[in-house]
């Protein structure tokens, strides 16, 4: 079995902080967060160790492009651990102070201590779907603040009318830069075979329309091809979580949340729809709200069954059926009732 040498790294906008250990000795240079200082950190590494397994937190955008350089190289492997992970192994190991070479020799210990698990980077069209999506969201979220203020400009006489109109212009913009956004994501899209099978089968779901398709193969691009449907439930963050000590103390189960907030929030609109329009989606919701369920928690554990979903047909090649994905009767009534109504 090979002999891994460890190395942590801890990402910031500019500096690169690496924490090295070769044959008990530590080394922590720095480097710039760059494309000279990403070559310059493949020199040190490979200078003073023959393979060298190296952790990171995932820290969004600072350390897209350091990982994917560090992985081009064969005699390095890269994990990106999920940065709450490291959180609990810091308290584990009762770390008191924070700074970044403590921060890099604490990511050291933990590729050296837990089981290491190789980061595989999601294909080029991959990244930039989600880079478009994650912008397109941003963006709206813009939108609905700006109708927010525009409305609340227009409540009152007394608001110059020169700022109504320089508000009704700042808002076009962006419905403009959203509009923009979005044909250019479908164009990438469709620019490639894969991607846009993908969102011809995501759109076959209940409740999932253009945009919510968009917004969910944004997201699960970045999602290892090996990984199982628990898995994606993992990282979506929608996994159980219990907590129970003896007989006296046991909490309500609740999510994790312990993953991807974009794949949750793009998982939500759909279900709501689906909940109301869809017979099968329908059928199980009142079930659950029949068993006592809370709305909410009800349509949490359709976002689940939705993920399910959406992992078969995507591994099935084959557009949604949801006599496949669930076993409840049809409920024919389209009308919801009023605790659905309260509970959506």
């Not at 810091?90 to 924070?98: D, G, I, L, N």
């Not at 930039?128 to 609340?152: D, F, G, P, V, Y």
């Not at 970045?222 to 929608?238: H, I, K, M, Q, T």
């Amino acid at each position: 079995m090979d002999k891994f040498d460890v190395a942590g790294v801890e990402v910031s906008a500019k500096i690169l902080v690496v924490a090295l250990k070769v044959n008990g000795q530590l080394r922590t240079p720095e480097f710039a967060n760059t494309a000279a200082g990403h070559q310059q950190l493949i020199g040190f590494l490979l200078k003073h160790s023959r393979r060298v397994r190296v952790c990171l937190e995932s820290t969004g955008l600072y350390g897209l492009d350091v990982a994917l350089a560090l992985h081009a190289e064969p005699e390095i492997e890269v994990r990106v651990a999920n940065p709450r992970s490291v959180r609990h192994f810091a308290q584990a190991m009762m770390q008191r102070s924070k700074n970044d070479p403590l921060d890099a020799l604490l990511l050291a210990e933990y590729a050296q201590r837990m089981p290491f698990q190789a980061w595989q980077p999601p294909s080029l069209p991959g990244r930039q779907l989600c880079a478009l999506t994650r912008s397109i969201h941003q963006l709206t979220e813009m939108c609905t603040m700006q109708k927010n203020r525009l409305h609340a400009a227009a409540a009152t006489a007394t608001t110059p009318k020169f700022l109504i109109r320089e508000l009704q212009r700042s808002l076009a913009q962006l419905q403009k830069s959203v509009q923009r956004l979005i044909q250019k994501a479908l164009q990438l899209v469709r620019s490639h075979a894969q991607l846009r099978q993908q969102l011809e089968l995501l759109d076959s779901l209940p409740g999932v329309g253009e945009l919510s398709a968009l917004y969910l193969l944004g997201e699960l691009v970045l999602l290892s091809p090996d990984f199982s449907v628990r898995e994606w439930v993992a990282y979506a963050g929608l996994d159980p979580r219990q907590y129970k000590s003896g007989d006296s103390v046991e909490k309500k189960i609740r999510i994790s949340k312990v993953g991807n907030t974009h794949l949750r929030r793009a998982l939500y609109m759909p279900v709501l729809v689906a909940a109301r329009h869809d017979p099968h989606f329908r059928a199980h919701y009142r079930h659950l709200l029949a068993k006592g369920k809370l709305g909410m928690v009800a349509l949490v554990a359709l976002m689940r069954k939705l993920l399910h979903g959406i992992f078969g047909v995507l591994k099935s090649l084959q557009p949604y059926d949801g006599s496949k994905l669930f076993t409840l009767p049809l409920i024919l009534d389209s009308k919801p009732t009023m605790k659905e109504k309260i509970a959506c």
